[in-house]
């Protein structure tokens, strides 16, 4: 059995091909990975102009606060303005671009018009209210790396800079099959001694979140030589195979059998609490995941294990696993040998950010995994008291991409 870090190290270890590429349209690019480092292409913004509607003018040293001449209008979209002369003024609305010679522009709110001449309340702070061109961003500077997984606010910025399609990463082809006689799928009636799959739906779910193109291979009864035909048409056809269920030491448990009949098991069980029947290995040359049968315990495992072999097929940069001490509300036990990741939610109790565990932590209670947010890590044979920090893994940076 292996602890977590040294399974991360394993499967971090597992050879992949380089993802390929696709050219896609900006408006289909959510969610999607960048397959190149893009760079500004043009200023921004990319002309002077004005932050606000009020009078761009060319201050008169020698009398700041006298009459200026208003010598035209300019809006948003209008061409070039000419320029302006010391004591002479031009009336802006937000976005137009500003005349050469223009100092400052004043907010409209500060000032008094009196058919063309323009009196100011106070002197003009130069450089005020002007958006000057290349100062959020110059022609070259880097937008986004490689690897990077493109969010709805990167769109706009893309848009700004004229960017209308993108070299992005071929998804890989992630196949879930579910194992066990007893697994009805959803939308079927139930019979005595059956339950819903729900394994399949949710980490087909997760994949969908974490950027691959999910591939619902269905379930497969608790027979040795069904598994073993359906895992070498899963390798047939997907980049990665994970199943849930089947890998443990039951006497309907085939899944590490006839995974070894195709290529093998490298390793099986880690030292983690819900999760430990986790294994991985290769059928047909192509990476194998065998997560346990229990939802939490598959959800706990995809999450910290899978996922990032995912990401990475994906051509996804490794996200970080954004943990927070938080205290707690109430005292956590664990006297396994393995850390046990508790579900539990964060609360606020008189403006304090606290954590809050689930009395219920079965491996198969999947209420209290829906109404989570963390997952609080408690180290191996410890208490950690109420009030006490303890780390807490964010759950929506574990999904999101």
Not at 209 to 222: K, R, S, T
Not at 247 to 271: F, N, P, T
Not at 311 to 327: C, E, F, H, I
Not at 383 to 396: D, Q, V
């Amino acid at each position: 059995m292996l602890e977590l870090q040294a399974m991360r190290d394993k499967l971090a270890r597992i050879a992949l091909p380089a993802p390929a590429s696709e050219c896609v349209a900006l408006s289909a690019a959510v969610g999607r990975i960048c397959a190149q480092t893009l760079r500004a292409t043009v200023d921004l913004p990319g002309f002077d102009n004005s932050a606000m509607d009020g009078y761009a003018v060319a201050v008169d040293a020698a009398r700041p606060l006298g009459q200026y001449e208003i010598i035209g209008y300019a809006a948003a979209g209008s061409s070039a303005t000419g320029a302006l002369r010391a004591g002479q003024a031009l009336r802006v609305l937000t976005g137009a671009p500003l005349p050469f010679g223009c100092q400052s522009v004043v907010p409209q709110e500060q000032v008094r018009v009196d058919g063309k001449l323009l009196q100011l309340a106070e002197a003009p702070v130069y450089g005020a209210h002007m958006r000057v061109r290349g100062s959020e961003l110059a022609a070259g500077t880097r937008l986004l790396e490689q690897g990077t997984t493109l969010r709805p606010l990167h769109i706009g910025l893309l848009a700004a800079q004229g960017i209308a399609e993108l070299d992005v990463h071929l998804r890989p082809r992630v196949g879930v099959l579910s194992t066990g006689s007893e697994l009805v799928p959803a939308g079927q009636p139930l019979t005595a001694g059956r339950i819903h799959d729900a394994n399949r739906p949710q980490l087909l779910a997760l994949l969908t979140a974490c950027g691959a193109d999910a591939i619902d291979l269905g379930q497969v009864p608790d027979d040795p030589e069904a598994t073993r035909e359906r895992l070498a048409d899963a390798a047939a056809c997907c980049d990665i195979v994970i199943s849930s269920g089947g890998a443990s030491v039951g006497d309907a448990d085939h899944v590490r059998h006839a995974a070894s009949m195709l290529g093998g098991i490298d390793h099986w069980k880690v030292a983690i609490k819900p999760g430990k029947p986790f294994a991985f290995g290769h059928l047909c040359g192509k990476p194998f995941l065998a997560l346990p049968g229990n939802p939490v315990a598959a959800a706990v495992t995809f999450l910290l294990l899978a996922r990032p072999l995912v990401r990475r097929a994906a051509g996804g940069t490794p996200s970080a696993d954004t943990m927070q001490l938080l205290p707690l509300t109430e005292a956590v036990h664990n006297r396994d040998m393995r850390p046990h990741f508790m579900r539990a939610r964060r609360v606020y109790d008189n403006g304090m950010l606290l954590v809050q565990p689930f009395a219920q932590q079965g491996s198969a209670a999947l209420a209290t995994l829906a109404e989570a947010d963390v997952l609080i890590e408690v180290p191996p044979q410890t208490t950690l008291s109420a009030g006490s920090p303890a780390p807490c893994h964010l759950l929506s940076e574990l999904i999101a991409p």
